[in-house]
């Protein structure tokens, strides 16, 4: 079965070839993603790494080597700036801080470089015509950091001095723990979108060897060697992508390091992938694929027959809506003073509502339609969306996960103003609708080619009984948008109602970036299922003619 599986992946038949691509493509997007965000959290720990010691505060004021006090208000050139004054209180062997060729006596100054380009406007300052040094890369957070450190003889204590025990104390700085939290955040609202990427890239291949496996179960073949078969196709398809994703990360690395987020933007060496995240991303990416591909595949194990007959598959429930109130109590039970692992519990939950739940709203939307339906484009429209509302909603479930996140964080735009924190938050906000809407739009094309694919053989069948392709194609695109608006606007609001139940009901945002933010949800989303439906339509189209 091994070598059938691997015959099939290089001969994969009438569509295989298209539906190949499409779930490698969507595979190579995932592990991009998962390598981004792999490699960015890595990179906040080297970063916190360098200027942790900045932070340290642990140690006992009669035993510390040094006191610190940091201002980070101070300004150069209109450019925000930090000035560390560092007093040595015990004289000791240890290595300078990192960055530094020694610890600053009293009176000595040292710059980064970008303080040294500007250092003619602070010279007077600090009574010196030229700084002491210039702290290298090793002791900075990032090459456009702006900081003075300058050795004092004492620090009054009514400023309120850090005590340090060693200028290389493992501590975590306190802007990129801030940081990292958020990270984590940002990881569990853009995890569904992803899985769901990943489910679509395993099921559009899944879909075409659908049938094909099924008369392979009913010439003989087991259910064990049906699901193996599957498997090795899956995971040479998968294995590829991820290598090919891993591969576009590495192309990418000095753009994405011009991300200017914590304080500048990034050394490439901080974000450059290890080894261990190159096998993490080599077995994770494909081992969750080949699970989502022996999910899909469970009604050929079970009963191949129905398959091969076209049967109709069984519908959804309405006992799904329960699950619509889970998240939003949990999110206002704890509210955002909690622990972090309950909130994440919380937004999961939600999110999965909103995947559980998104097949049943489908399915009464085209109930609606094939009542209400005055022509053949929205009776065919209607019945697709009930014969099958599963994969209906499929196509745009990433799309509706998105509507989701947008809806969240639209109730936390931070207001306008220069402070760090603020200026990161924004930053962070739009990577994570970057990442959103990039995995959206390989979720929904990759979807839209494998419902192309799935769909062929009743749009076959109604070209062959007179129905002009013009009307198919125009009922599929309304089958693919009709989902979007009904389904994906609602979401928003829940996804809105959720940030509000965690905030205790109240709005951060000020002014009108949180609507400006939702419009943009909604423009992008209708430019996504346009850009999808042409990459079906040719599939859909071919895959007919026969």
Same mark, same amino acid.
């Given at each position: 079965m091994?070598?059938?599986?691997?015959?099939?992946?290089?001969? =994969?038949?009438?569509?295989?070839?298209?539906?190949n691509?499409a779930?490698?493509?969507?595979?190579?997007?995932?592990?991009l993603?998962?390598?981004?965000l792999?490699?960015?959290s890595?990179g906040?720990s080297?970063?916190? +790494?360098?200027?942790g010691w900045r932070?340290?505060?642990?140690?006992d004021?009669?035993?510390?080597?040094?006191a610190l006090?940091l201002?980070d208000d101070?300004?150069?050139?209109g450019?925000r700036?930090? *000035?560390?004054d560092? @007093?040595?209180?015990k004289?000791n +062997?240890?290595?300078?801080?990192?960055g530094l060729?020694?610890?600053?006596?009293?009176?000595?100054?040292?710059?980064?470089p970008?303080?040294?380009k500007? &250092?003619s406007?602070?010279s007077?300052?600090?009574?010196a015509a030229?700084?002491?040094?210039?702290i290298?890369?090793?002791?900075?957070?990032?090459? +456009?950091?702006?900081?003075v450190?300058?050795?004092?003889?004492?620090?009054p204590?009514?400023?309120h001095?850090q005590?340090?025990?060693s &200028?290389?104390?493992?501590?975590?700085?306190?802007?990129m723990?801030?940081?990292?939290?958020a990270v984590?955040?940002g990881?569990?609202?853009?995890l569904f979108p992803?899985l769901?990427l990943v489910?679509?890239a395993a099921?559009?291949?899944a879909k075409?060897?659908e049938?094909?496996l @099924?008369?392979l179960?009913l010439?003989g073949?087991?259910r064990?060697?049906v #699901?193996?078969?599957s %498997?090795?196709?899956?995971a040479v398809?998968a294995?590829?992508?991820? *290598?090919?994703?891993?591969?576009?990360y590495t192309?990418?690395s000095? #753009?994405?390091a011009?991300?200017?987020?914590?304080?500048?933007?990034w050394?490439?060496g901080d974000i450059?992938?290890? &080894? &261990?995240t190159?096998?993490v991303v080599?077995?994770?990416v494909p081992?969750?694929?080949?699970?989502s591909?022996?999910?899909g595949?469970? /009604?050929?194990?079970?009963?191949?027959?129905?398959v091969? /007959?076209g049967?109709?598959?069984?519908?959804?429930?309405?006992?799904r809506?329960?699950?619509?109130?889970?998240?939003?109590?949990?999110l206002?039970?704890?509210?955002?003073q909690a622990?972090?692992?309950?909130?994440l519990?919380?937004?999961g939950?939600a @999110?999965?509502a909103?995947?559980?739940?998104g097949?049943f709203?489908?399915?009464?939307?085209?109930k609606?339609?094939?009542?209400?339906a005055?022509?053949p484009?929205t009776?065919?429209a209607?019945?697709?969306?009930?014969?099958?509302?599963k994969? %209906?909603f499929?196509?745009?479930?990433?799309?509706?996960?998105?509507?989701f996140?947008?809806?969240?964080?639209?109730?936390?735009m931070?207001?306008?103003d220069?402070d760090?924190?603020?200026?990161?938050?924004r930053?962070?906000?739009?990577?994570? #609708?970057?990442?959103?809407?990039?995995?959206?739009?390989?979720s929904?094309a990759a979807?839209?080619?494998?419902? %192309?694919?799935d769909q062929?053989?009743p749009?076959?069948a109604?070209?062959?009984?007179g129905? =002009?392709?013009?009307?198919i +194609?125009?009922?599929a /695109?309304?089958?693919a948008?009709?989902p979007?608006i009904?389904v994906g606007l609602?979401?928003?609001?829940?996804?809105?109602l959720c940030?509000?139940?965690?905030s205790g009901g109240?709005?951060?945002?000020?002014?009108?970036?949180? *609507?400006?933010?939702?419009?943009?949800?909604v423009?992008a989303?209708?430019v #996504?299922?346009a850009? %999808?439906?042409a990459?079906g339509?040719? *599939?859909?189209?071919k895959?007919?003619?026969?």
């Open positions: 091994t070598d059938l599986g691997l015959r099939f992946v290089r001969r =994969p038949g009438p569509g295989g070839r298209a539906a691509l779930a490698l493509g969507a595979t190579a997007v995932v592990a993603l998962v390598t981004f792999i490699a960015g890595l906040l080297h970063r916190s +790494e360098r200027i932070s340290g505060d642990k140690a004021p009669a035993t510390a080597i040094g006090n201002d101070q300004r150069v050139d450019h700036m930090t *000035v560390l560092l @007093a040595t209180l004289p +062997e240890l290595p300078p801080p990192p060729d020694h610890t600053p006596k009293p009176g000595e100054v040292f710059v980064s970008q303080v040294a500007h &250092w406007s602070l007077a300052k600090y009574g030229q700084p002491t040094g210039v290298s890369a090793k002791g900075l957070s990032s090459p +456009e950091e702006f900081i450190i300058r050795g004092v003889q004492t620090i204590a009514d400023e001095p005590y340090v025990s &200028w290389h104390e493992k501590v975590w700085d306190s802007r723990l801030g940081l990292l939290i984590a955040f990881i569990t609202l853009v992803i769901s489910g679509q099921g559009v291949a075409r060897r049938h094909r @099924a008369a179960r010439a073949a087991t064990t060697q #699901l193996w078969l %498997a090795v196709e899956q398809l294995l590829v992508g991820a *290598v090919v994703g891993l591969v576009g192309v990418l000095p #753009l994405i011009r991300i200017p987020l914590g304080g500048g933007r050394y490439v450059t992938v290890n &080894w &261990w190159v096998i080599l077995v994770a081992v969750l694929s080949v699970v591909a022996l999910i595949l469970g /009604r050929v194990s079970i009963t191949p027959l129905g091969v /007959r049967q109709t598959r069984k519908g959804v429930s309405v006992l809506i329960g699950l619509l109130v889970i998240g939003p109590v949990i206002a039970y704890y509210g955002m622990a972090l692992l309950p909130l519990i919380g937004i939950f @999110a999965l909103v995947r559980v739940i097949p709203a489908v399915q009464v939307v085209g609606t339609m094939a009542n209400l005055n022509g484009v009776l065919l209607g019945r697709r969306l009930v014969d099958d509302p994969g %209906a499929r196509p745009v479930a990433a799309l509706v996960l998105s509507g996140v947008t809806g969240f964080i639209s109730v936390f931070p207001p306008g220069d760090p924190s603020f200026h990161d938050m930053i962070g906000v739009a990577l994570l #609708l970057s990442l959103v809407f990039l995995t959206v739009a390989a929904t979807g839209a080619v494998g419902t %192309a694919l062929a053989a749009a076959r109604l070209r062959r009984s129905v =002009p392709l013009k009307v +194609e125009r009922s /695109r309304v089958a948008v009709v979007v009904g609602p979401v928003v609001g829940f996804g809105a940030g509000l139940a965690l109240k709005v951060i945002t000020q002014g009108s970036s949180g *609507v400006l933010l939702l419009i943009g949800q423009v989303g209708l #996504l299922v850009v %999808a439906g990459a339509a040719p *599939v859909l189209r895959a007919s003619a026969n």
